[in-house]
């Protein structure tokens, strides 16, 4: 099955930015939507941002619009993640997941619908 590792996490301060990458092996992506998640101590796991297949609608939660960007790079099988303007409460485990679903049209980005899983990679934002 497919496999994803996600890499780039650190700890930052408030206003950084960092680019958070997930590596796929196994299958191509170009048949996947993929997404980011992020959970919190305490807290649901929530979407951050998805990106469909083909022309690659995109998602992005309200509180990391104009902040964070999610962008597709064929060659390497790998999506990435810029995260500019950092806040305190960005702070998270990040997870990459993937859902074998070929659309154009925004992608749902909710956690329970997705079915391959990275470990997670830690960003704290200091304060």
């Known amino acids: 099955q497919l496999q994803l590792v996600e890499s780039g996490g650190a700890l930052v301060q408030p206003g950084g930015s960092l680019r958070l990458s997930c590596a796929a092996s196994?299958?191509?992506?170009?048949?996947?939507?993929v997404g980011w998640f992020r959970q919190a101590p305490g807290k649901e796991r929530e979407g951050v941002s998805c990106?469909?297949?083909?022309?690659?609608?995109?998602y992005y939660a309200d509180s990391v619009k104009g902040r964070f960007t999610i962008v597709r790079d064929k060659a390497k099988n790998t999506v990435f993640l810029h995260m500019n303007s950092l806040r305190p409460e960005d702070t998270a485990i990040y997870y990459c997941?993937?859902?074998?679903?070929?659309?154009?049209?925004?992608?749902?980005?909710?956690?329970?619908?997705?079915?391959?899983w990275g470990q997670g990679t830690q960003v704290t934002v200091s304060s």
């Open positions: 990106i469909s297949t083909g022309v690659g609608s995109t």
């Open positions: 997941a993937a859902r074998r679903l070929i659309t154009t049209v925004q992608p749902t980005c909710v956690p329970r619908i997705f079915g391959s």
């Open positions: 196994g299958f191509s992506l170009d048949y996947y939507t």
